[in-house]
């Protein structure tokens, strides 16, 4: 296969161009106004925002494999922050924070200010979701999973009014394989998931677990988090604490999260995280033991736009690409759900693409996927 350049913030009006002017040094800033930083730390956060865009790469201390391979190809590429591939430098970024905030040794999410709120000012919202929910489950299986499904992926738009006009298909899916999914989902014994967002979509994912449970015939569900804070609202065993902390608060969510926990005491709900999930590698380069995990499962939920990007490789990707031939190394039935928030889509017909003159759409948060990858048609 012959593989395209990957997007690069060098592409003159594109997202990646924006994010590396606007949106990194805002994120910075964020982070120096929302913890309580010693003088030091703050001027390194400081310099970090005056280095953007133009600044060669400063090397990462060589105290990972990960810093390691990110140093390697700084020096090959001599990379500048305006003209280097988008998906390396937001890995770098996040990198090169928890080197600035000391992570390693304090341990302290600096994103968690966001996080957290997010969390508090909805947990009421979660309980109410929690009873449709249980509405929805007591449909047949197809239209019940459909109705989750849908809620998952438009979580954090979503309100218990928009029901309707999910059904009716105004969500907006650029692809939608929930039909060819329900057989393996009703049949599957172990899902993964690969995991995006806390708060919100956190919440929505834990909902689609306990459906599993209730409705279909999965013995396990492993939820995969992050270990560092990463693109600021990824989610780590941490943020899933705290959420079901705050849904308990509730009288109507004590039940539901006591629920959750005993999935995990018994074993059935596994919260695990490795340091490949932040890694900068694609997905195709996936170590052996990473490898060996996801092969005991037997359906893979990828969600996300970042896992997706690592999927197919952050690349100029023709639109009409098909998706099943770029992820060919996947050897398990795989689902992608995705709202778009980069310039990559794969897998459309002409007639599906909203605007090849605007692409605006594909990073404005309203088109997603549902996409089904299927073991059975490799």
Not at 16 to 32: H, K, Q, Y
Not at 127 to 146: C, M, P, T, W, Y
């Amino acid at each position: 296969m012959n593989y395209p350049p990957y997007l690069s913030t060098g592409d003159q009006g594109s997202f990646a161009n924006f994010t590396v002017i606007n949106r990194l040094p805002g994120i910075i800033r964020s982070i120096d106004e929302n913890n309580s930083l010693d003088t030091d730390t703050s001027s390194r956060l400081k310099e970090l925002v005056r280095a953007i865009p133009e600044s060669p790469l400063e090397l990462l201390p060589a105290t990972s494999d990960i810093n390691k391979r990110i140093n390697d190809e700084i020096r090959k590429n001599a990379y500048r922050w305006n003209n280097v591939p988008f998906i390396f430098i937001e890995n770098y970024l996040y990198h090169l924070l928890i080197e600035i905030m000391d992570f390693k040794n304090n341990g302290k999410d600096y994103f968690s200010f966001k996080k957290n709120a997010d969390v508090i000012s909805n947990k009421d919202r979660f309980v109410d979701f929690i009873g449709k929910a249980n509405e929805l489950s007591e449909n047949k299986f197809e239209q019940a999973l459909r109705d989750i499904l849908y809620l998952n992926i438009h979580g954090n738009k979503a309100d218990l009014s928009q029901l309707s006009d999910l059904r009716n298909g105004n969500l907006k899916l650029l692809i939608d394989d929930t039909e060819k999914a329900v057989d393996i989902f009703r049949n599957a014994k172990r899902i993964d998931f690969v995991l995006d967002n806390s708060g919100e979509e956190l919440f929505f994912d834990i909902l689609l677990v306990h459906f599993l449970f209730c409705k279909a015939e999965a013995e396990k569900v492993v939820l995969h988090f992050k270990t560092i804070p990463y693109f600021v609202s990824d989610a780590l065993k941490t943020d899933f604490n705290f959420l079901l902390l705050k849904i308990a608060e509730n009288e109507h969510g004590r039940n539901f999260a006591g629920t959750i926990d005993q999935y995990i005491k018994s074993g059935r709900l596994l919260l695990c995280d490795d340091a490949y999930w932040n890694d900068t590698e694609d997905f195709r380069d996936m170590p052996e033991h990473i490898k060996n995990s996801l092969d005991e499962s037997e359906l893979i939920i990828f969600k996300g736009d970042l896992n997706y990007r690592k999927l197919l490789g952050d690349r100029h990707w023709d639109f009409s690409a098909r998706t099943a031939d770029i992820t060919a190394y996947l050897k398990k039935n795989s689902l992608i759900i995705r709202i778009l928030k980069s310039e990559l889509m794969t897998g459309l017909n002409p007639n599906e693409i909203p605007s090849l003159q605007n692409k605006t759409w594909m990073y404005n948060g309203e088109y997603g996927i549902i996409q089904m990858l299927s073991a059975a048609c490799r």
